[in-house]
């Protein structure tokens, strides 16, 4: 009996990449033809037009990674560029399209907290590398390059809300969630509660990603650590390649 072998990382990443990008598409035309008054309603036009809006803004930046490498001829890690997709996966076709907003409890602050861990640690690894490169002449301490993680991912966080805000002001979405399932529209404390968890969670999840990398840098453990350790030779073997 041949004896099956088990997928690469790469394998992994491009099998993903594909599942994740069709489960766009495939919205995006569904949604496109509902907006357009063909076939039957079943929510709002305001929400086939955010979940339009989503899907086609997915399928736009889940080719973020691939455009940098390009551009930059900086070579992304497969693990950070795995838990991108998944989590472009879950935000949009999981979050808006299949509604778990509304129907899984705490989905979005789930979501923001992975989002920046993500940022920070790959912001985390980008600098340590730069901070390693012989040509760069300033080093910067570990301290340092947790302190700007924190701050650069906190910054991606703020950057996002004031896109829902406009989004929803503009388009007359519902991205801060300011009105529920029911179309009941929250006034006062309650309809910034979204906004300011979110905030409250972002500067959590950065201090977390930031800590752990500076402890993963410090001791030489964890997989940041491993991550920048690794990254030379695997850019040497692709290059000889």
Same mark, same amino acid.
């Given at each position: 009996m041949k004896k099956i072998r088990p997928l690469s990382k790469e394998q992994v990443l491009k099998t993903a990449y594909i599942i994740v990008l069709i489960s766009f598409i495939i919205p995006a035309v569904f949604l496109t033809l509902r907006i357009f008054g063909l076939g039957e309603y079943f929510r709002s036009r305001a929400d086939y037009a955010l979940m339009l809006i989503q899907c086609l803004l997915g399928i736009v930046v889940i080719h973020v990674p691939m455009i940098l490498e390009k551009k930059f001829k900086f070579e992304i890690p497969t693990t950070l560029c795995l838990m991108y997709i998944i989590f472009l996966y879950c935000a949009i076709f999981l979050g808006e399209v299949r509604d778990f907003f509304y129907t899984v409890k705490n989905w979005d602050v789930i979501l923001h907290c992975f989002r920046i861990i993500m940022a920070g640690s790959f912001v985390y690894?980008?600098?340590? /590398?730069? =901070? @390693?490169?012989?040509?760069?002449?300033i080093k910067l301490s570990p301290f340092f390059v947790a302190l700007f993680s924190f701050c650069f991912a906190v910054t991606i966080g703020a950057v996002w809300e004031i896109?829902?805000?406009? $989004? #929803? #002001?503009?388009?007359? /979405? =519902?991205m801060q969630k300011f009105m529920l399932a029911d179309k009941t529209v929250l006034s006062g404390h309650s309809a910034i509660t979204d906004t300011v968890k979110d905030i409250i969670v972002d500067c959590m999840g950065a201090l977390l $990603?930031? $800590?752990?990398?500076?402890?993963?840098?410090? @001791?030489g453990k964890g997989w940041i650590s491993q991550m920048i350790s690794d990254y030379p030779s695997k850019r040497e073997s692709s290059n000889k390649e």
């Open positions: 690894m980008v600098v340590s /590398l730069l =901070n @390693r490169d012989e040509h760069t002449s896109y829902e805000y406009c $989004a #929803d #002001d503009f388009l007359g /979405l =519902n $990603a930031s $800590a752990t990398g500076y402890l993963s840098i410090k @001791r």
